[in-house]
C-alpha cells in the first residue's frame, strides 16, 4: 500500500512569489493534516481536513495561505505571496479517522530568498 | 502553558542502556497517544500508539500512560545507534487536534 505522497520535495522561491504544495493521502484515510515544522522544533498544525471538511483551520494565516481538498482526497496549500519567515518544511500526513495513527509524508522543504 | 510538553534533550545513554523519554500533556479530554522518531531531514515515522492506560509493549520499544498524571512515556531498551533521533511525542487533544511536543533528541554512543 502507497504511502502519503507529497510533492515537491523542494522548493526555493523569492519572497512575493506564491507557492503550492500537493498532498495524496493514504487511500481510505478520511482525516488529513497539515504541518509546518521549523528547525529542531516539532510539527505545528496548520489544518485538518475531515473528508472535505476543513474543521480546524484556526492556526493558518489566513492573509496568506489557503487549503483545499477536493472530493476529500488529495489536497493543496498554496501561500500567496510568500515571506522569508515562512521557509520550513511542510508535513501533510493522514489517518483513517478520528485519534487514530497518523502517518506522514516525505514533506516539502521551502526555502524563501 | 504548551498542550504537549517534552524534555528538549540532549540525552544520551550507551549503547544497550535504557533510554527513557517522557512527555505531559495539559488536555485531560486527550484520548489517543503516539510516539514518532525523526530522523535528521527526515519525516515523522510512527513507532507507537497507546489509549489506555498502563503499559504496551513492541520488541524494544515500551509506551507507558497514565492519564491521571497526564503523562506518557517511551521506554527503549538495548538502545542500539540506530535509536540516535528526535523523537516527538503527539496527542490527540479536546479540540480533536492531534499536536505534538518540540521533541527529545536522543544519542546512543557506541
Known amino acids: 500500500e502507497a504511502g502519503v505522497v507529497q510533492s515537491p520535495r523542494y522548493k526555493i522561491i523569492e519572497k512575493k512569489q506564491p507557492v503550492a504544495f500537493w498532498c495524496n493521502p493514504i487511500?481510505?484515510?478520511?482525516?488529513l493534516y497539515w504541518y509546518l515544522q521549523n528547525l529542531g522544533q516539532g510539527p505545528e498544525l496548520l489544518i485538518r481536513?475531515?473528508?472535505?471538511?476543513?474543521?480546524?483551520d484556526s492556526q493558518l494565516p489566513k492573509d496568506r495561505f489557503s487549503a483545499e481538498r477536493l472530493k476529500g482526497v488529495d489536497s493543496t496549500l498554496k501561500i500567496q505571496p510568500a515571506e522569508l519567515g515562512d521557509s520550513a518544511v511542510y508535513l501533510c500526513?493522514?489517518?483513517?479517522?478520528?485519534?487514530?495513527?497518523?502517518?506522514f509524508g516525505q514533506g516539502t522543504r521551502l526555502t524563501v530568498v | 502553558q504548551k498542550e504537549v510538553e517534552q524534555n528538549s534533550g540532549p540525552l544520551s545513554v550507551p549503547e544497550g542502556a535504557i533510554a527513557s523519554l517522557n512527555c505531559t500533556y495539559s488536555?485531560?479530554?486527550?484520548?489517543?497517544f503516539f510516539w514518532y522518531r525523526q530522523y535528521s531531514g527526515k519525516s515523522p515515522e510512527l513507532i507507537m500508539s497507546?489509549?489506555?492506560?498502563g503499559d504496551k509493549e513492541d520488541g524494544r520499544f515500551t509506551a507507558q500512560l497514565n492519564k491521571a498524571s497526564q503523562y506518557v512515556s517511551l521506554l527503549i531498551r538495548d538502545s542500539q545507534p540506530s535509536d540516535s533521533a528526535t523523537y516527538l511525542c503527539?496527542?490527540?487533544?479536546?479540540?480533536?487536534?492531534?499536536?505534538f511536543g518540540a521533541g527529545t533528541r536522543l544519542t546512543v554512543k557506541p
Open positions: 503527539a496527542v490527540n487533544t479536546f479540540d480533536n487536534d492531534m499536536r
Open positions: 487511500s481510505g484515510h478520511n482525516t
Open positions: 497507546i489509549y489506555s492506560n
Open positions: 481536513y475531515e473528508n472535505e471538511e476543513a474543521v480546524d
Open positions: 500526513a493522514s489517518s483513517l479517522r478520528l485519534y487514530t495513527e497518523a502517518f
Open positions: 488536555d485531560r479530554g486527550s484520548q489517543s
